[in-house]
Nanobody, 122 residues
Framework: QAHFVESGGGLVQPGGSLRLSCTVS????????IGWFRQAPGGERKWIAC????????TYADSVKGRFTISRDNSKNTIYLQMDSLKPEDTAVYYC???????????????WGQGTQVTVVS
């Protein structure tokens, strides 16, 4: 069974950058669509981006398009989420997840990491 682990969260000032990592064990990246989700305090978990394993095509939510970028390192079985121009409203717990198809729906993802906190504050 695949296991997903996020890392790289932290505290950053508005306008700053962070890079989150999602490392997959028990599976290979090409087998999954990797989705990134976030859940703000008191809010619902929302999809923000995904990359399809086989085609490496990327899709982004409007809220992060142009600021966040997905990349991958197959040798490390790791997907990265580069987050630039961060805003206070980006504060949330960020999750990566693995599924078999490109989707914005939580229910379409079978494997989830534990989440990593990102806090954007002056």
């Amino acid at each position: 069974q695949a296991h997903f682990v996020e890392s790289g969260g932290g505290l950053v000032q508005p306008g700053g950058s962070l890079r989150l990592s999602c490392t997959v064990s028990g599976g290979t990246l090409d087998h999954y669509t990797i989705g990134w989700f976030r859940q703000a305090p008191g809010g619902e978990r929302k999809w923000i981006a995904c990359i399809r394993g086989s085609t490496k095509s990327e899709t982004y939510a409007d809220s992060v398009k142009g600021r966040f970028t997905i990349s991958r390192d197959n040798s490390k079985n790791t997907i990265y989420l580069q987050m630039d121009s961060l805003k206070p409203e980006d504060t949330a717990v960020y999750y990566c997840a693995g599924g078999s198809s490109v989707s914005r729906q939580i229910s379409e993802y079978d494997y989830w990491g534990q989440g990593t906190q990102v806090t954007v504050v002056s």
